[in-house]
T-cell receptor, first 115, second 109 residues
Framework: NAGVTQTPKFQVLKTGQSMTLQCAQD?????MSWYRQDPGMGLRLIHY???????DQGEVPNGYNVSRSTTEDFPLRLLSAAPSQTSVYFCASSRTDRHSGNTIYFGEGSWLTVV | EDQVTQSPEALRLQEGESSSLNCSYTVSGLRGLFWYRQDPGKGPEFLFT???AGEEKEKERLKATLTKKESFLHITAPKPEDSATYLCAWGAAGNKLTFGGGTRVLVKP
């Protein structure tokens, strides 16, 4: 998946711990976003950004925080992990949301288990 | 409420047996209907974006079409390596995607 790098790949957290999932892209894309994928629920949007310094909430933002200080990076912070946040997390990026060049790339995913 | 629904949930095909996957949507302000392929343990892999009713795009054995209410992904003469989950998603401004639940395709040799 072209140029979207997520770390870590796997993580186990205890309830109440905090952590940051990292996402970086090297394609100079304006748009970045975070999704979570749960069995039977499909992918759901957590937060998104349309450029450095600009972020907004998606469908399921509670318990997560984001910032976009650079074009390349879009970290997702879990403030106080809960078992309900056990999921697979995907970061995505794209250059534009207009017809020309509107290809959205996804990272390989981060598997998070909260015990 | 904006909604994307995929059918069937699962599809078992014999190698060479062509079939179609359906993605129906009730959304406002469509800015692209996206198709992705996802293999187990991997992220979604981009296949197509369609923008206008009547538009068609092809890639190897896959062909995506779009009407005003639904999109189809046609798999022609599938091979076992086409086994995957196929996802469709509606794109809104800011490239916010609303996904359907996916169709799991298994192609048996």
């Amino acid at each position: 998946n072209a140029g979207v790098t997520q770390t870590p790949k796997f993580q186990v957290l205890k309830t109440g711990q905090s952590m940051t999932l990292q996402c970086a892209q090297d394609m100079n894309h304006e748009y970045m976003s975070w999704y979570r994928q749960d069995p039977g629920m499909g992918l759901r949007l957590i937060h998104y950004s349309v450029g450095a310094g600009i972020t907004d909430q998606g469908e399921v933002p509670n318990g997560y925080n984001v910032s976009r200080s650079t074009t390349e990076d879009f970290p997702l912070r879990l403030l106080s992990a809960a078992p309900s946040q056990t999921s697979v997390y995907f970061c995505a990026s794209s250059r534009t949301d207009r017809h020309s060049g509107n290809t959205i790339y996804f990272g390989e995913g981060s598997w998070l288990t909260v015990v | 409420e904006d909604q994307v629904t995929q059918s069937p949930e699962a599809l078992r095909l014999q190698e060479g047996e062509s079939s179609s996957l359906n993605c129906s949507y009730t959304v406002s302000g469509l800015r692209g209907l996206f198709w992705y392929r996802q293999d187990p343990g991997k992220g979604p892999e981009f296949l197509f974006t369609l923008y206008s009713a009547g538009e068609e795009k092809e890639k190897e054995r896959l062909k995506a079409t779009l009407t005003k209410k639904e999109s189809f992904l046609h798999i022609t003469a599938p091979k076992p390596e086409d086994s995957a989950t196929y996802l469709c998603a509606w794109g809104a401004a800011g490239n916010k995607l609303t996904f359907g639940g996916g169709t799991r395709v298994l192609v048996k040799p």
